[in-house]
């Protein structure tokens, strides 16, 4: 019920105009889905560059990105816009939920954990980005790699499943 009641409120935050804060329903767009898979692995070719480079503050926001851009792949595919972070996670929940994507729930924690843990991509991006750390431990790095990666596979699959 949760998923439900905050994926309703994201689409009133969508009616509000053009430059909303939430979640549109508009007609499914390939061309775009297309674009943000795209998007995705840029995202993770930058993640990889970061990394070689030792600017590995930066590296969690690159693989947060890509899997972000990955899920607003999805939801362009099935007909939405989404600018809102939350309400983005929340519909790929929601559509879980309603058996309208086959994707595993640790996949959907990759990205947002429940319980925030420590190896969550969003509060490690959050703290890297807005704290004054300038290097990320090396084997965070690689987990979150190699989550990202996995990640953006996995939501290529469903993309070419879905109708």
């Not at 019920?1 to 767009?29: D, Y």
């Not at 990759?110 to 319980?115: G, K, V, Y």
């Not at 990320?136 to 987990?143: A, N, T, V």
Request: glycine fraction near 4%.
């Amino acid at each position: 019920m949760q998923f439900k009641n905050k994926f309703n409120w994201c689409l009133k935050q969508g009616e509000k105009g053009e430059k909303h804060k939430g979640l549109k329903k508009i007609e499914p767009n390939l061309e775009e889905a297309e674009k943000q898979i795209k998007k995705a692995l840029s995202d993770l070719d930058t993640m990889e560059y970061l990394y070689k480079g030792n600017k590995t503050d930066w590296v969690a926001s690159a693989a947060f990105y890509a899997m972000y851009h990955s899920l607003l792949a999805i939801l362009y595919k099935l007909g939405y816009e989404s600018r809102n972070q939350e309400c983005t996670i929340n519909a790929i929940e929601y559509f879980i939920q309603l058996e309208i994507l086959k994707i595993d729930k640790d996949h959907i924690k990759m990205i947002r954990s429940l319980q925030e843990t420590e190896d969550d991509a969003k509060k490690m991006r959050e703290d890297m980005q807005y704290g004054s750390k300038t290097q990320m431990e090396k084997d965070k790095c690689r987990i979150i790699m190699n989550n990202a990666k996995k990640f953006v596979e996995k939501i290529r699959s469903v993309l070419e499943g879905l109708k």
